[in-house]
């Protein structure tokens, strides 16, 4: 059994070091998020994403057989969890909010395929493009574009940073990454040293929530997920720790830790009463749900269960 688990880790951290790996003739890696060096790379269950009605949670599984790598649905009490769209590196769902679509990140592209598995598109076709948000009134899949070019060759038109598309055209909205709608006409993101902002479409605007690069402390985040309560849920890193699961007020006021054992992405439920989440230890590295004010913590994906 140790032998096995060491075999399992080795391959997660062989293909995150690809994933992190500048390649300079190929744009179709995620940049490395930046914790690298600090981070465990034992976790395999990750990224969900709550459907609307409530009935399924789709999230991100690595797998050491290749064929078990992709975006498996799970229902949240554990009974229910299949494999949806096949693919190493297909990460970060967002569902439609008739929950009849689901799109996601696969190889620097965004795509969208309808639940019941047909009609598999291709929403992007240049740029290196991760984190897609369906906005609420489902006009607008909101995504990150990293091409930012360089001194020699700079950033593409339409590039480096938030962008929408209603799969007609596609338009920079601002520098950031990591959308999370709060409703139709505005979205919370991580912009500049790891603070988040508020932007609204209908002026223009964009607030600064909260303020990470402090004296004392510098608290790096790298997810975001609003709730329908007014809260923000985050991964956030404080001081070199491992990651955790924050939950804040959506003015940024009354931060709170939620996990003290380690933390990565986090979805809330449609209601606001539930969060799952990876709990990123090497020994679990599965998905995890609490209640919104982090007690009652129960696994909910587990090793065994991943049967094609």
């Not at 790996?21 to 744009?27: D, M």
């Not at 309808?114 to 906005?135: C, M, Q, V």
């Not at 091409?147 to 338009?171: R, V, Y």
């Not at 790298?222 to 007020?249: E, H, R």
Request: charged share 20%; glycine share 8%.
């Amino acid at each position: 059994m140790k032998n096995k688990h060491l075999i399992i880790v080795f391959l997660l951290v062989g293909i995150t070091t690809l994933s992190c790996k500048k390649n300079k003739n190929s744009n179709a890696e995620e940049p490395c998020p930046g914790f690298c060096k600090d981070f465990d790379f034992g976790l395999i269950d990750y990224q969900p994403e709550w459907s609307p009605d409530g009935k399924y949670i789709a999230y991100y599984h690595i797998d050491k057989e290749i064929t078990k790598n992709g975006i498996w649905l799970i229902t949240p009490d554990g009974k229910e969890n299949r494999l949806w769209h096949s693919g190493v590196g297909a990460e970060t769902p967002t569902w439609s909010p008739d929950g009849q679509w689901i799109a996601f990140s696969q190889g620097a592209q965004i795509w969208k395929k309808k639940l019941n598995g047909d009609s598999l598109t291709r929403i992007t076709n240049e740029g290196r493009n991760f984190f897609p948000a369906w906005s609420p009134d489902g006009k607008w899949i909101a995504y990150d574009n990293t091409d930012c070019g360089n001194s020699a060759f700079p950033a593409p038109a339409n590039s480096c940073g938030i962008l929408l598309t209603n799969f007609l055209e596609k338009k920079l909205i601002v520098s950031g990454r990591i959308p999370s709608w709060i409703n139709s006409y505005s979205f919370i993101y991580i912009g500049l040293f790891y603070n988040i902002y508020k932007y609204n479409l209908k002026d223009f605007s964009k607030v600064q929530l909260t303020t990470t690069n402090t004296k004392d402390k510098f608290t790096t985040v790298y997810s975001l997920k609003y709730s329908t309560k007014n809260y923000i849920a985050l991964t956030s890193q404080v001081n070199g720790d491992v990651p955790q699961i924050w939950i804040m007020n959506d003015d940024g006021s009354n931060l709170k830790q939620l996990t003290q054992t380690g933390g990565y992405t986090s979805d809330w439920s449609p209601d606001g009463s539930k969060i799952v989440f990876t709990d990123s230890r090497a020994v679990n590295g599965r998905l995890w749900l609490m209640n919104a004010d982090g007690s009652d913590k129960q696994q909910l994906s587990f090793e065994n269960k991943f049967n094609l």
